[in-house]
């Protein structure tokens, strides 16, 4: 099984509506990083969340890590057609966070947002 | 734009061929990657680079052969490469190896065909 579980695999959305992406982990979180990608390119870093209870935001796109849970969320409002993509969340889930450069990633959820 | 680049963005090259993918930073980045992306999957870590030594191989086949000649550079040499081996390589770099507080970022990849 994986190690990091993204759910939903899929989405589709009309424009405007808000969205959420989670992403539990088998082990305990030292951090988490979220990253989108679009098809054939790299992937664009969003945000790092380093403590549990940690909430980041940039611009509509806000990020929570709960540590207890072993898992962290990631929330779209008012959706954009700019927001499609692939969204994969990352984690360095060795033993104490040590794995020195080791990120595990999900399996990615595809975003679609139609106009 | 990424601030990671590589080149070529697209390579096809035959089983016998020898051939090698280049990434470049200039963020003074002393930690470098390798990943590979099969489609529909997430990156797979391939080799990790501290300080200009390997760090980290993660059973590689020899096929596969990186080469980092200084702290900016980061190369990925190929020879006699197997059709599966197909793929989008991605190089990434962080600030260091210490873990959750050093976010990699990615440059945009090398689709890679072997025919």
């Known amino acids: 099984s994986q190690e990091l579980e993204q759910s939903p695999q899929s989405l589709i959305v009309q424009e405007g509506k808000n969205l959420t992406i989670n992403c539990t982990s088998s082990k305990t979180l030292y951090g988490l990083y979220w990253y989108k990608q679009k098809y054939g390119e790299g992937l664009i870093f969003l945000m790092m969340?380093?403590?549990?209870?940690e909430e980041k935001s940039h611009e509509k796109i806000t990020a929570k890590l709960d540590e207890k849970k072993q898992q962290s969320s990631l929330h779209i409002t008012a959706s954009q057609p700019s927001h499609a993509g692939i969204y994969l969340c990352?984690?360095?889930?060795?033993?104490?966070?040590?794995?020195?450069?080791?990120?595990?990633f999900g399996q990615g959820t595809i975003l679609t947002v139609h106009p | 734009d990424t601030e990671v680049t590589q080149t070529p963005k697209h390579l096809v090259m035959g089983m016998t061929n020898k051939k090698s993918l280049k990434c470049e930073q200039h963020?003074?980045?002393?930690?470098m990657y390798w990943y590979k992306q099969k489609a529909k999957k997430p990156p797979e870590l391939m080799f990790v680079y501290s300080y200009e030594k390997l760090s980290i191989n993660e059973s590689v086949p020899s096929r596969f052969s990186p080469e980092c000649p200084n702290s900016s550079l980061l190369n990925l040499h190929l020879h006699a490469l197997q059709p599966e081996d197909s793929a989008l390589y991605l190089c990434?770099?962080?600030?260091?190896?210490?873990?959750?507080?050093?976010?990699?970022?990615f440059g945009n990849g090398t689709r890679l065909t072997v025919t």
């Open positions: 990434a770099s962080s600030q260091d190896l210490s873990g959750v507080s050093s976010p990699l970022h």
């Open positions: 990352g984690a360095d889930i060795g033993a104490g966070g040590t794995s020195y450069g080791k990120l595990t």
């Open positions: 963020m003074g980045h002393r930690a």
């Open positions: 969340l380093q403590k549990g209870g």
